[in-house]
């Protein structure tokens, strides 16, 4: 419940240094000054001696720092208590508070949940937030930052002024002028600006999204039986990820490793060699997987000796060290051996040429999944906007602030507020 006083340690798992223990919520001062005496003053850092309010035994001594609300980072009376960051510490802790009436431990997310629900986030600053906590590349943390800074938040609300502008010059006309007399010029200023708001939206999805670079570019690995699809893939991963066999058919299903390179996450993928004459039908079905992997691919890597069938595949000569191999053909693009290490930097550069194209432009705003498909909503309404008479345009445009609404969380559905936070961890 939004009333309850939660707590939880919001400084990772023990063992560490030191373990920061959040208390959040209306009982939160009256908690802290039960275990820890006089409180110090607000945002001064004061060492004082943790004891269990039923029996006065020693918990621990720590640094306590309250935050009076509103100005905290959950817009409530906020306490931290900096603890030593052993086990046994944190959890004794943890089970005095737990035992306080009116404290209960909290869920995933919920602190940067009541941040939203009191005004001190907005929903896409808090799914950055979300991102920001998760990025293991420099790249998803600068977009992340991004959005935690509340760079999507802006773009957002001077769209939503832009339309309830227009839209009061909508109401405007529909008051003062019979529908058949609204002048020609009053709505094609109207459509013009719809039509401006709506290009806006066209632009920023027309960026690549931002979930290319959670997930990683797709690189798959493809070609014949024996073409050394497997060798490459484990020079790539620098581990030995799929097993190598100078027999036939070794790879039956798809293999894939995440590796990161110059702060650019990737998904590797080794597949079946594709042959037109399978030998049984566990081959087929790894040939079927292949082609789907091909086709679901950002860059698919061909190493077979027939030109690819798509001109957009990298076409590679592979295991060049061989005297057999030693003529590539005029088609490929790229000549490696992963045996000895040759061509494979030029391979990453490649890589890592194409990968960027792919992915956002540093520091540019990258959108996710959920709030594409509400850009999408929003852009249609105003397209639809510029069709019919003023009564439609005014509809539409209600409906496409609707959507732009709910990408900050203004009209979200406990539902999708649910799915989002539930991916945050306990403690933030």
Not at 27 to 56: C, E, F, I, K, Y
Not at 101 to 121: D, K, S, Y
Not at 174 to 194: K, R
Not at 245 to 266: C, K
Request: aromatic share 2%.
């Amino acid at each position: 419940m939004a009333d309850d006083t939660i707590f939880a340690c919001s400084s990772g798992p023990p063992p560490a240094a030191i373990a920061i223990m959040r208390i959040s919520g209306p009982s939160a001062m009256a908690v802290a000054a039960a275990l820890a005496g006089t409180l110090p003053s607000p945002r001064v850092a004061g060492v004082r001696a943790l004891r269990d309010p039923a029996d006065r035994r020693l918990l621990d001594r720590a640094l306590v720092l309250t935050f009076p609300a509103p100005r905290t980072a959950t817009g409530e009376d906020l306490v931290e208590l900096h603890l030593h960051g052993g086990r046994a510490v944190v959890a004794a802790v943890g089970d005095v508070l737990a035992a306080q009436p009116g404290l209960r431990a909290a869920e995933p997310g919920e602190f940067t949940r009541r941040a939203l629900t009191n005004g001190v986030l907005d929903l896409t600053e808090a799914e950055g937030l979300g991102d920001l906590l998760s990025a293991e590349t420099e790249t998803q943390r600068r977009a992340a930052l991004r959005i935690a800074e509340g760079g999507l938040r802006t773009v957002i609300e001077d769209w939503s002024d832009r339309l309830v502008t227009v839209a009061a010059s909508i109401e405007a006309q529909l008051d003062f002028s019979d529908e058949d007399d609204v002048p020609d010029q009053a709505v094609e200023a109207i459509t013009t600006n719809i039509a401006g708001i709506a290009d806006a939206i066209a632009t920023l999805l027309a960026t690549p999204p931002v979930d290319r670079l959670h997930d990683g570019v797709r690189v798959v690995i493809a070609g014949p039986p024996n073409s050394g699809k497997s060798t490459l893939l484990n020079v790539l991963a620098a581990r030995d990820v799929a097993i190598v066999s100078p027999l036939s058919g070794t790879t039956r299903d798809r293999i894939e490793a995440a590796v990161t390179r110059g702060g650019i996450a990737y998904l590797l993928t080794d597949t079946a060699g594709l042959t037109d004459t399978p030998n049984d039908i566990v081959e087929e079905i790894g040939i079927a997987r292949a082609e789907a992997a091909m086709g679901s691919a950002d860059i698919v890597l061909w190493l077979g000796d027939t030109p690819p069938t798509d001109p957009s595949h990298i076409a590679i000569h592979a295991r060049a060290d061989l005297s057999s191999r030693s003529s590539p053909a005029p088609f490929a693009e790229l000549i490696v051996s992963a045996e000895t290490g040759a061509g494979i930097g030029d391979l990453w550069a490649r890589l890592a040429a194409e990968a960027k194209a792919l992915l956002p432009v540093a520091d540019a705003i990258a959108t996710n999944d959920r709030q594409r498909s509400l850009l999408g909503e929003s852009e249609r309404h105003l397209r639809r906007a510029g069709q019919g008479d003023l009564l439609i345009v005014a509809e539409e445009v209600r409906c496409a602030m609707r959507s732009l609404n709910a990408i900050t969380g203004r009209t979200g559905t406990d539902d999708m507020l649910d799915a989002i936070f539930s991916r945050f961890c306990i403690g933030k």
